[in-house]
């Protein structure tokens, strides 16, 4: 009985030995044919959710396929991230080894798009841009003391940057190249993301000068000086951008635009849709 127990545990764990190989060699081959047909700089993680992987090969539908990826977009400097859930991909496991499989049936898709701050801070001009959200406020009118309720402001943003300005305090225009004895000064500024149809909008409010979450549309105050007030609309703009989604992998359309560890996400679902596999990023 304990030969027959041992034989028995061997053969289990052959079996998931030889699964995990199988997913393994379906996902190297999906990836390859990924990176082709989107033209990516290199090979995408895609990764077969489920136990057993061989169940769902022979069935012709995987439960949970995850794909993450770096792609270049011509009109955006840099790369940015995308990803797609997949789930309940419906398709023949010979055709996803050779690449016969191109238009499948997906039950569930989740899409997105991330924007990482060093791809904002190119498409701000602003090197060291980072991303915030305001600190959580009070709900419950006690100004901080007792009370467990928290509430966030949605989809407003703090960006931080610094700014060249010239000998005489002036914010340097877009384009000109500072000097010597140019300086850089901080600046926090305060601002609305939305979501317009296929296009992000993030549109500076004011300048954001403390911690409570308040704005502060007349000064910008930084650690030891100030941005003259005629320069302000001129910052303001600085920090306001329109972003064309255009469209998510897969084709999906963004429905949804947060911020999240200083990223700008930009996600979208589908459901019962057939997707072209040669989409995973926009041609």
Known sequence: ???????????????????????????????????????????????????????????????????????????????????????????????????????????????LMRFEPTELGKIFGIPDLQVHTPPADRSDGTGGSGGSGMTTKENVLVLKGTLPTAPNGRVLPVGVTPSSSATRVPVQIQADLLLEGNTVRIQA??????TTGSV?????????????????????????????????????????????????VVEGVGRNVTIDLDRLQQP
């Open 1 to 111: 009985m304990r030969k027959l127990i041992i034989g028995l545990l061997c053969l289990a764990g052959l079996a998931v030995v030889i699964d995990f190989g199988a997913a393994a060699y379906t996902e190297y081959h999906v990836s390859r044919q990924l990176r082709a047909g989107a033209d990516l700089s290199a090979d995408p993680e895609v990764t077969f959710h489920g136990f057993p992987f061989t169940a769902q090969a022979m069935n012709g539908r995987y439960d949970d396929v995850a794909i993450r990826a770096r792609g270049m977009r011509p009109d955006i400097p840099g790369e940015v991230g995308i990803e797609a859930k997949l789930q309940g991909l419906h398709a023949p496991a010979s055709e996803l080894l050779d690449g016969a499989a191109r238009k499948v049936q997906v039950d569930r898709i989740d899409a």
């Open 216 to 264: 502060d549309t007349t000064t910008a105050v930084s650690t030891d000086s100030k941005i003259p007030e005629t320069d302000h609309a001129a910052v303001l703009a600085r920090f306001s951008r329109t972003i064309d989604i255009k469209e998510l992998p897969f084709g999906v359309a963004p429905t949804e635009v947060s911020a999240l560890g200083g990223q700008i």
């Open 205 to 210: 409010t004011g300048f954001y000068t403390d």
